[in-house]
């Protein structure tokens, strides 16, 4: 909320490439899993645990209906990503992605890595995000100034991001284990039973995730860093240098996350989760001069 | 955010209060799960994209509960069933989906029976004569130090034969008759730990406490 009343003048174009680049991530996400989430819109209709927008679902819908906003919401993305009638597709995208993801997190299994995803597409939705690196503004040929219009979504990504790592912190230190969760067993033992359960399923467990068992003081190490980075993440709002040294530090996590125990949190691991973070424009700049 | 600061006049008229609006329900609606914390255990709900992440507030133990499916051979060896013959959505769907419906339910028997008709045409499960659903119990220090992920105890939920006589069997008798899906009996073996029914248990391995020395043959 600090960073949203001093708002400050920010390009058009930072916010229209973050548009792009999370766009662009969601529909490779969606298209490589159109198949999968077919398949998962036929599931036993008891197995149905409706979550978010779908709880106004007693039972699932009829599959055609269930198929066609799959594809509905693609079509949406691609023209969210493209940055195309954004009035109208922005906050109808908005909604598809919120109704999709939670659709498919109905079926007993909450995948929470595609809540950051869900939120930053909510805020792009609203807000003016193709008054540069899009098709409306090619048509329209505008070229806004830098102002705050353009910075508020970036901000509030930022907060909504930040919020999404504390209260994981809240859980851990409110859970059983209580601020002892600091000391590792609980994150040791986590990395134990998401093993073992992968090698039931017929999956395999990263090595790194036996070869690290033995070593208790890692685990302590691993815990204390994470936990900061969740509890205190809100105040990387306070200044951008601290933002962008926690993104790194995020992102950092994420990668050790998926080395340690196999788990991918594919939009924080591509590194678009944490783009609000950076002044992306740039990229521009250098693709301009390279010409 | 860099940049010089911008006059307010130079917003819309209702914009700034509209952002502002947005900004706070936005943010309020991400962080009011986080009563959930505070409430009994059983009266926790989760939510997407609002979610107080309750994987992160459980006690983790040394010993952990999985329920999983086996495939049983002909010659009496078992195999678990990877998560891709089980359904769909990936591994994590489909183990919250059979502890659900095994465990919480109390339904094993109800996801066997939907199990047959799915392994009979899966044709990498050609060689099973049965499956069961199994509740392992497993000592998670021993399995990540040995590199060995063996249960420390297994019960079996529910079993169901999928109708294939065993090819030793069949030799001997050409006339046996294979049995359609469609009359499969799925057994069931409802209290842990007690002897079961004839029918369904795996050579050598006693129902309801299976040790895991009877799980040698299951490939990892």
């Not at chain 1, 174009?13 to 766009?23: D, F, S, T, V």
């Not at chain 1, 807000?127 to 090619?138: G, K, P, W």
């Not at chain 2, 399995?143 to 069949?170: F, K, N, W, Y």
Request: with cysteine; proline share 6%.
């Amino acid at each position: 909320m600090i960073g949203l009343r001093r708002a400050v003048a920010t390009p058009a174009a930072r916010l229209g490439l973050i548009r792009a680049l999370i766009g662009g991530y969601t529909f490779f996400y969606l298209a490589k899993r159109r198949k999968m989430l077919r398949e998962v819109v036929r599931t036993d209709p008891s197995l149905f645990a409706p979550v978010g927008p779908v709880r106004v679902l007693r039972r699932p819908v009829p599959t055609p209906v269930a198929d066609t906003l799959n594809d509905a919401t693609l079509v949406s993305t691609a023209l969210f990503t493209l940055g195309a009638g954004h009035r109208l597709i922005g906050p109808v995208h908005s909604a598809l992605v919120a109704w999709t993801l939670s659709y498919r997190n109905s079926w007993s299994m909450v995948f929470h890595s595609d809540n950051t995803l869900v939120l930053h597409t909510l805020v792009l939705g609203v807000s003016r995000a193709t008054d540069a690196v899009s098709v409306d503004a090619l048509v329209t040929g505008r070229r806004p100034d830098p102002h705050p219009r353009y910075g508020w979504p970036l901000t509030l990504m930022n907060a909504l991001s930040t919020a999404t790592y504390m209260l994981p912190g809240i859980a851990k230190v409110q859970g059983p284990s209580g601020w002892s969760w600091v000391q590792g067993d609980s994150m040791r033992r986590q990395v134990a039973i998401d093993s073992v359960r992968k090698e039931v399923f017929g999956s395999k467990a990263p090595r790194m995730a036996y070869a690290l068992y033995r070593q208790r003081a890692l685990f302590t190490l691993f815990a204390a860093g994470s936990l900061v980075l969740e509890l205190f993440a809100p105040l990387a709002l306070l200044n951008r240098r601290l933002g962008r040294l926690w993104a790194v530090a995020a992102f950092g996590m994420h990668w050790g996350i998926r080395a340690i125990m196999g788990i991918r949190f594919r939009y924080q691991l591509s590194g678009v989760s944490f783009a609000s973070w950076f002044e992306v424009e740039r990229l521009l700049e250098l693709v301009r001069r390279a010409r | 955010m860099s940049g010089d600061v911008i006059h307010a006049e130079t917003w819309g008229p209702r914009e700034r209060k509209w952002v502002r609006l947005f900004a706070v329900t936005a943010l309020g609606a991400v962080l009011l799960p986080v009563r959930q914390n505070w409430r009994a255990a059983e009266r926790r709900t989760d939510g997407f994209p609002f979610s107080y992440y309750p994987m992160f507030s459980k006690r983790r133990r040394q010993y952990a509960n999985v329920v999983y499916a086996v495939g049983i051979l002909a010659d009496g060896t078992r195999r678990r069933l990877r998560y891709s013959v089980l359904g769909a959505g990936g591994l994590n769907q489909v183990r919250r989906q059979i502890y659900r419906v095994a465990l919480t339910e109390e339904r094993a028997e109800d996801y066997v029976t939907a199990l047959v008709p799915r392994l009979l045409t899966n044709p990498t499960c050609d060689d099973l004569v049965r499956v069961e659903i199994v509740r392992g119990e497993f000592d998670l220090d021993e399995c990540l130090l040995t590199h060995q992920i063996e249960a420390a105890t297994e019960t079996v939920l529910a079993s169901a034969d999928l109708g294939r006589v065993p090819a030793t069997a069949a030799e001997l008798t050409p006339a046996a008759e294979l049995v359609t899906a469609e009359e499969l009996i799925p057994t069931s073996v409802p209290t842990p730990g007690a002897p079961s029914p004839g029918t369904s248990s795996a050579p050598g391995a006693e129902r309801g406490q299976a040790a895991p020395a009877d799980l040698a043959g299951a490939p990892q």
